[in-house]
């Protein structure tokens, strides 16, 4: 089945975003993430794949329960064609396989299914948090077109380029997934200054891209930033704008205030209370609109519980 996104924010007061899958793998006993494509490849044994199927499965009954809308992702993050060749796939369907695993698990909801939406997930090719690694423009529209038409074959529902530190490669990047006549959505990650981690002005991030990418993206997310953190990139009087706050439409947050720097170098799990987290994320929709809100880094079942709990309150 395919689910329009689009229709989707369209309709919808609010959508419940996933909360995080890759580290919630990473702390799992007897689940060994690969170097090059992460979690992509755990479909292909036993426990992987009951291990993916237990986290999103979480989530898909919490939205179930409360009677809100889903966006989940596919297990894609890291899966671009270089990455998979590297980890000895190539002969794999990855791309494909990873989406065909969330449609069925989508399909067991009966009814409920058709509430949820099911993105292609990429990102950057080098470190989310170095901005310096992005490609430029041009290198990232070949680099990524790979990846994208293979989600775009595979039936996703629409794209979403996630964790993006930099406005060459996500103009590159979109560009890629707009070639593919898909929706698609482009995350970045924000600094509390209203800016790209490489500096650039969120609203002169989505200017670039909105009148270089044809058609240009649905809408836009921040990602891995915390709610304070992205309320404030937001207001910010300077970087941001009404445009900005019209084009953002939602946060997937996660649990830690850190500036991306600190929260890379962290070797412990760096969280806050589930009913902090609801409170504050909850609030970006009675404050600012947002649509969209879910999880990232710190993220499990309970922020997500806590969470869906408040928007379907109001």
Excluded at 48 to 68: D, F, K, P, V, W
Excluded at 83 to 112: K, P
Excluded at 247 to 259: E, H, Y
Aim: proline share 4%.
């Amino acid at each position: 089945m395919r689910v329009s996104f689009a229709e989707m924010l369209k309709r919808s007061p609010v959508i419940l975003g996933e909360g995080a899958v890759i580290e919630r793998l990473r702390r799992a006993a007897g689940i060994e993430l690969d170097e090059h494509v992460v979690n992509s490849a755990l479909i292909y044994s036993k426990e992987g794949r009951t291990a993916l199927e237990g986290i999103c499965g979480q989530y898909l009954e919490i939205g179930r329960s409360h009677g809100l809308p889903l966006l989940l992702s596919t297990p894609t993050w890291r899966a671009g064609q270089e990455r998979i060749v590297a980890a000895g796939l190539a002969g794999r369907d990855l791309n494909g396989d990873n989406f065909r695993f969330l449609d069925q698990l989508r399909a067991g909801y009966g009814e409920y299914a058709s509430q949820v939406a099911i993105c292609g997930l990429m990102s950057c090719k080098g470190d989310a948090y170095k901005p310096e690694e992005a490609l430029a423009t041009a290198e990232a529209r070949a680099f990524h077109a790979w990846q994208a038409n293979a989600l775009a074959a595979a039936g996703v529902d629409f794209l979403l380029a996630s964790t993006l530190p930099a406005l060459s490669e996500a103009l590159g990047l979109a560009q890629a997934q707009a070639a593919t006549g898909l929706d698609y959505m482009v995350s970045f990650v924000a600094r509390p200054e209203g800016t790209l981690l490489d500096g650039t002005p969120l609203k002169d991030a989505i200017a670039a891209i909105d009148a270089q990418a044809s058609p240009r993206p649905l809408a836009y997310l921040i990602n891995c930033t915390h709610a304070s953190i992205f309320r404030r990139a937001l207001l910010h009087g300077d970087n941001s704008s009404p445009y900005v706050r019209e084009r953002v439409v939602g946060l997937l947050a996660n649990t830690a205030s850190l500036s991306p720097e600190e929260l890379n170098e962290s070797v412990e799990l760096v969280e806050e209370a589930p009913e902090v987290f609801g409170s504050m994320v909850a609030g970006l929709h009675r404050e600012l609109g947002m649509k969209v809100l879910g999880g990232c880094c710190g993220t499990d079942d309970r922020h997500i519980n806590c969470l869906a709990e408040m928007l379907a309150q109001r």
